[in-house]
């Protein structure tokens, strides 16, 4: 497949696109997140999210939580619920619309050996998209970075939409009717984390997902896979286990790839409908990074009296 050549930069009316390399990832300069977004501003933003499904918005210093769900608030309905219950641990970060992806305890700390959080998010390194392990799936992350290792901790990404594009026809054949089942656990334990005992367990069940679906803002077909992804409706153990593995593969090829290098303040945002992610390692014994997510979902829900989308 031969590598599509970056755009050049352009500017809509109120701030500038720079398109990298591949072409999906784009970084955009003129909008400060940390101030109000204006309803202008919005649609353009939403606009640029369609063509370039990863943007990442640079500014001196990080927004603050509040400053970050206020705007994460902008792009759909918000992450609620509270982080998986791991059994002994407290919170970092007092919001519940903000996943602590961080290596740090409630006390700002480096993560000790043996506390499971570690342990479990180290599977971030497996190619991913956020939540698919939810039945409303995520639309939009939004990743600010608040402290950022001197070396490594890249977070790469790859279009699901290019990937479909690029299977051969053959292939394609009979995946448009399929259904994936997606478990948090599942992609927990692959990435060598422990077995959850009953208690974390319970905290997220499966969802099941097609495996091939429209991406609504551009209008492009797009694979929608995980780590999360256990198997196939329908389909033993073993057959589904090789066909996802084939099209994980296929998806995480050189030329599908782009790889963000942090800088401290940069927000990064993501279109989870149209592309995988995973964080890339470092000396997380060493060295702290701290990282803060936010995620909207395709829709609101109510639950227990509260939203959580």
Same mark, same amino acid.
């Given at each position: 497949?031969?590598?599509?050549?970056?755009?050049?930069?352009?500017?809509?009316?109120?701030?500038?696109?720079e398109?990298?390399?591949?072409?999906?990832?784009?970084?955009?300069?003129?909008?400060?997140?940390?101030?109000?977004?204006?309803a202008?501003?919005?649609?353009?933003?939403?606009?640029?999210?369609?063509?370039?499904?990863?943007?990442?918005?640079?500014?001196?210093?990080?927004?603050?939580?509040?400053?970050?769900?206020?705007?994460?608030?902008?792009?759909?309905? =918000?992450?609620? /619920?509270?982080s #998986?219950?791991?059994?002994?641990? @407290?919170? !970092?970060? $007092?919001?519940?619309?903000?996943?602590?992806?961080?290596?740090?305890?409630?006390?700002?700390e480096?993560?000790?050996?043996?506390?499971?959080?570690?342990?479990?998010k180290?599977?971030?390194?497996?190619?991913?998209?956020?939540?698919?392990?939810?039945?409303?799936?995520a639309?939009?992350?939004?990743?600010?970075?608040?402290?950022?290792?001197?070396?490594?901790?890249?977070?790469?990404?790859?279009?699901?939409?290019?990937?479909?594009?690029?299977?051969?026809?053959?292939?394609?054949?009979?995946?448009?009717?399929?259904?994936?089942?997606?478990?948090?656990?599942?992609?927990?334990? =692959?990435?060598? /984390?422990?077995? #959850?005992?009953?208690?974390?367990? @319970?905290? !997220?069940? $499966?969802?099941?997902?097609?495996?091939?679906?429209?991406?609504?803002?551009?209008?492009?077909?797009?694979?929608?896979?995980?780590?999360?992804?256990?198997g196939?409706?329908?389909w033993?153990?073993?057959?589904?286990?090789?066909?996802?593995?084939?099209?994980?593969?296929?998806?995480?090829?050189?030329?599908f790839?782009?790889?963000?290098?942090?800088?401290?303040?940069?927000?990064?945002?993501?279109?989870?409908?149209?592309?995988?992610?995973?964080?890339t390692?470092?000396?997380?014994?060493t060295?702290?990074?701290?990282?803060?997510?936010?995620?909207?979902?395709e829709?609101?829900?109510?639950?227990? /009296?509260?939203?959580?989308?």
């Open positions: 497949m031969r590598p599509e050549v970056p755009n050049k930069k352009r500017r809509t009316m109120t701030f500038t696109v398109p990298m390399h591949p072409p999906y990832a784009a970084r955009i300069t003129g909008i400060d997140l940390r101030q109000p977004i204006s202008s501003q919005l649609v353009e933003l939403k606009a640029v999210l369609a063509k370039h499904v990863v943007c990442a918005i640079g500014q001196d210093e990080p927004p603050t939580n509040e400053q970050h769900i206020a705007f994460s608030g902008l792009l759909g309905p =918000l992450e609620r /619920g509270k #998986p219950k791991i059994a002994g641990t @407290a919170e !970092r970060v $007092p919001h519940p619309e903000i996943i602590d992806q961080s290596n740090m305890d409630e006390a700002g480096i993560y000790d050996d043996q506390d499971r959080r570690l342990a479990y180290r599977a971030n390194r497996l190619w991913h998209t956020d939540m698919s392990f939810y039945d409303i799936r639309t939009y992350s939004a990743l600010a970075g608040h402290i950022v290792p001197p070396s490594g901790a890249d977070t790469e990404f790859t279009d699901m939409r290019a990937v479909w594009d690029a299977l051969p026809a053959s292939r394609k054949a009979g995946l448009e009717d399929l259904v994936v089942e997606h478990s948090y656990w599942h992609s927990r334990v =692959l990435g060598g /984390g422990p077995e #959850p005992n009953a208690e974390e367990r @319970a905290t !997220r069940p $499966p969802a099941h997902h097609k495996l091939v679906h429209m991406h609504a803002p551009s209008g492009r077909k797009a694979l929608y896979l995980a780590s999360h992804a256990c196939i409706v329908g033993d153990k073993s057959k589904a286990t090789a066909l996802i593995e084939e099209l994980m593969a296929f998806a995480t090829q050189p030329q790839i782009y790889a963000h290098k942090w800088r401290r303040g940069d927000v990064l945002i993501w279109d989870n409908l149209a592309t995988m992610h995973r964080a390692p470092f000396d997380d014994r060295f702290k990074r701290d990282m803060r997510r936010t995620t909207c979902r829709r609101a829900i109510a639950q227990g /009296g509260s939203s959580i989308a």
